[in-house]
């Protein structure tokens, strides 16, 4: 493989993906507001139990 | 809204501009994903979880470069943690699958629509499918993706060339 036939690859492909766009379904921003209150229960949580302990 | 207000409204952990953040970003992201992930399903749950990263890491995000060029690099790196997770990071294609490389061959690629492209990228072994997308469209250099994939510099320029000669033969029947 020389270098010419890599930069035809990157080139072609690169082009094709630059603007590539999909609208994800509203369940991806359910999860992220639910992954993050998670996190937040979590820490909260662990703040109480060091509390608890020291 | 500005970058630095809604930069401020994430940290203050206001949830509607992390929502505008998120609505900004999410269609270019999701594309990444896609390109990474075998189908949909995975693909939105790297989406889900590597915005999870995002908002909250935002605060190490230092301005230096762009707000979104950050926010792929988590994306990416989501992605390959998730793919290595689930153990599909194996570079065990056997070696029959994989034809000689003809260069000539790839000058078809580009009477492919994007979508069409985009299903051969899916397709690919999953560690042919890293290589590629990072080499190809994300433009890592093949010392970069050693690094990220924890494998030789060599391995990386064997699955490239591996990836591009295993797309060569998916994609040559689909042009007759």
Known sequence: ?54 | MEEKQLLDGCLAGKRSAQKQLYERYAPNMFGVCLRYAAHRDMAEDMLQEGFIRVFTKLDSYRSEGSLEGWIRRIMVNTALEMLRKTDVLKYSVDIEMVQEYDSAQTDGFGKLSTAELLRNIQEMPAGFRAVFNLFAIEGYSHREIADMLQIAEGTSKSQYARSRAWLQKRIKPQLE
């Open chain 1, 1 to 54: 493989m020389n270098n010419s036939d890599n930069d035809k690859t990157k080139d072609l492909f690169g082009a094709a993906f630059s603007n590539f766009e999909e609208t994800p379904p509203n369940e991806v921003w359910e999860g992220v507001v639910s992954g993050l209150q998670r996190r937040k229960r979590m820490i909260l949580w662990r703040r109480i139990a060091v509390a608890a302990y020291l």
